[in-house]
């Protein structure tokens, strides 16, 4: 049978047809099918999104599309996405916590869907930050998130037979990884075709691009990337794959998900909350973004000392994998050796993490798929300036990563560009 023989693309009108004798969804949404009401709401790059609302409750229904939606049918992308998608959300409900993820409530493979539990009244956490709207949860949900999932996915706790069928299981994701090898790590630095960026930043566009350092670093950090299976990554870990209330944080989206560096993870989350501070000040029509600005950099600090704290927790208490093996450390009385190992691999998230933050910066603003902090700046010039700190700021922390010791510091460089600083 020819590849994606029997997928066809769902649509509002088909879907209640179509979905309508499915167990996940009659459950939830009432046997009426004629009382279902669809809306296709996906804004993200890749997929069909619907909502699908009945007299009983409502569903969510993410299909894969067998193209990147962004760019059309001329750049084809595996269905297979979905199937990644399907078990790295039971991955991460398992590791991080029911209520931490969406409920998954049906997967198909050959049609590419997953049905999923409806977020309500949950708000992508983006365009909270965009709207200047300060969450008073993210901090801990976040830094325990990244923290349970990237230190359950790897050696440090799983059987290594468990732990090698994963890596296997997530090594086809091949596509979507190259998507992030190309996107993130590449593409910036050169003239790549679907690059764009406000031409204002023309000058250091070419400055940056003109950077060996910068490139040599950008090159080193891929090599970790592609290299350094180290745990199941969630692979996309934006503002854009959390959907936030005040009192609950889930994070969707796990498409990318794959077996690469922990670092990868915290750093795109971390470079996200820094492109929000310096976005901040194109969007102060309505009033003075100084407390927002102070919000952001307390929150990336949180995150940070809870992703620790918790990491080093589970380090003393479900190090049950074969690295760093109890039975070299604590069991023979040497509590310390343990902590140093932990000192060390704590460490080198630090470093790698900030060089990994410092080019999802780059490629937001010069690459194909931007950030809608910067974009909804209407004002282009005043885009151009946000946008030029937050180069600049990416710059700094990947290049200068094994100098820069705390995340006060990098709050502290953040701060002094925003305030002109390196203009
Ligand atoms: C062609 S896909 C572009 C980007 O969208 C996704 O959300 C990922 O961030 C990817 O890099
Ligand atoms: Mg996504």
């Keep these: 049978m020819a590849k994606n023989a029997s997928f066809e693309a769902l649509t509002v009108e088909t879907l209640p047809a179509r979905l309508g004798a499915l167990a996940a969804l009659t459950d939830q949404l009432g046997d009426d099918v004629s009382a279902w009401r669809v809306r296709e709401v996906g804004d993200g790059n890749l997929n069909l999104v ?35 998608e399907y078990h790295a959300l039971v991955r991460q409900e398992a590791r991080a916590g029911v209520g931490t993820v969406p409920a998954v409530l049906h997967f198909d493979e050959a049609q590419a869907l997953i049905v999923m539990e409806y977020l309500t009244p949950h708000i992508i956490l983006r365009k909270e930050l965009i709207a200047g709207r300060e969450l008073p949860r993210i901090g801990v949900d976040l830094g325990l998130f990244a923290a349970r999932t990237l230190f359950r996915g790897s050696d440090l706790h799983m059987a290594a037979r468990d732990r090698k069928a994963d890596l296997a299981l997530f090594a086809d994701n091949v596509e979507l990884c190259d998507i992030t090898e190309n996107l993130v790590f590449t593409d910036p630095y050169f003239e790549a075709k679907l690059n764009h960026y406000t031409p204002a930043l023309e000058p250091l566009v070419a ?42 944080t889930r994070v969707i989206d796990p498409e990318f998900a794959f077996y690469g560096p922990m670092a990868f993870d915290v750093g795109m989350l971390l470079a996200n909350f820094w492109m929000s501070y310096f976005s901040q000040s194109g ?29 080093s927790r589970l380090w003393r208490s479900e190090r049950t994998g074969m690295l760093y093996a109890r039975s070299l450390f604590e069991d023979r009385g040497d509590t310390l050796g343990a902590e140093q190992a932990l000192d060390r691999v704590l460490h080198d998230i630090w470093q790698d993490l900030l060089g990994f933050a410092g080019v999802e910066c780059h490629r937001r603003i010069l690459g194909l798929a931007h950030n809608a902090d910067f974009e909804t700046i209407g004002d282009e010039a005043q885009r151009a300036v946000c946008e030029a700190k937050a180069l600049r ?18 709050n502290a460089f953040a701060a002094l560009i925003e305030k002109g600083a390196y203009a």
């Excluded at 609302?53 to 962004?70: C, F, M, T």
């Design 283 to 311: 969007h102060e029509q309505d009033g003075s973004r100084e407390t927002m600005r102070a919000y952001l950099l307390e929150t990336v600090t949180s995150i940070w000392a809870v992703f620790r704290t918790e990491f």
């Design 207 to 248: 400055e940056l691009r003109a950077d060996r350092d910068l490139k040599v670093e950008a090159q080193r950090l891929k090599h970790l990337f592609a290299a350094n299976a180290e745990t199941l990554l969630h692979g996309d870990l934006h503002t854009g794959s959390v959907m936030v209330t005040d009192t609950n």
């Design 393 to 410: 700021f990416g710059r700094h922390v990947a290049v200068n990563r094994r100098a820069i010791h705390s995340i006060e510091e990098v």
């Design 50 to 84: 619907f909502i699908v609302e009945g007299p009983a409750g409502s569903v969510v229904v993410k299909q894969a599309l067998p193209y990147v939606r962004l760019v059309g049918e001329s750049w084809p992308l595996p269905l297979k996405r979905s199937f990644f």
